[in-house]
């Protein structure tokens, strides 16, 4: 289930103290990097915690979804209720254009996962619910050396600026590694990305799980 436990802003700094996993070897590949927006590259500090990415909003958006639940709700939402927060997945556009060619994910590949209350016009009354404030977000970056999985994941919350790699213990490796449909992500809900697959908007079936092929070398930045 997409258990909004993992994503409420309490959890992920909690996750952050009990980091102790540092940041692997920077590898950074000035050929690959040269040809990546600088403001699109996933930087580091120079004690290797992810640097907040800028500008996401107007990355591509690869998916939206709301309530999105693996097991059966515990609660049915009240009539006129939302069933959820809305999450909303944005890629980089240099690397959603090497995927649509390749249909591989390149390295230093980051999704952004984007969470908002839904919010209801309160006066008048009306049917229906837009975003409000995005609360939180969190990166799923893939770069090789971080974890087994060749992905790390990192949450920012309120203004954080920079945040440390979530420890390999934390569910969201394993959810992820279980329940997505290709190379640790959940294209089985990015119309796009799962149409580039031959995926179909049912693929959420292990049967459709694709294997990616072995990671190639990364495109990283870090301050110095
Ligand atoms: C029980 C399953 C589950 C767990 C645990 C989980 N996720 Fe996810 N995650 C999902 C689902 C489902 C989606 C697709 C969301 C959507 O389409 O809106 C997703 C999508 C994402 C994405 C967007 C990119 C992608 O890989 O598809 C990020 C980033 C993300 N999760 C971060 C995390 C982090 C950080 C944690 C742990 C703190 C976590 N997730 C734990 C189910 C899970």
Redesign the pocket.
Known sequence: ???PK??LPV??PL?AVACSQGAPSDAVTAGAADSIPAGQLARFTADGRLVRPEGWEGWVL????MG?T?TEPTSTPAPGEPPGIF???YVQPWAYERFMESGEFPEGTM???AMAEPVRKADPARGGFYMGEISMM???LKRAGVHESG?G???FGGEDASAKL?PSE???Y???RD??AYD????Q??PKIRERLGLGSAAGDSAAVKTPAAPESGAFETES
């Open positions: 289930m997409i258990r993992c994503l959890v992920v996750f690869a998916g939206t979804s999105l693996y999450l909303n997945v999704f952004v996962l969190e990166v799923h992905w994941f990192y949450g979530i934390a569910n969201c394993s959810c992820h329940e997505a640790q992500a959940f294209v809900f990015y």
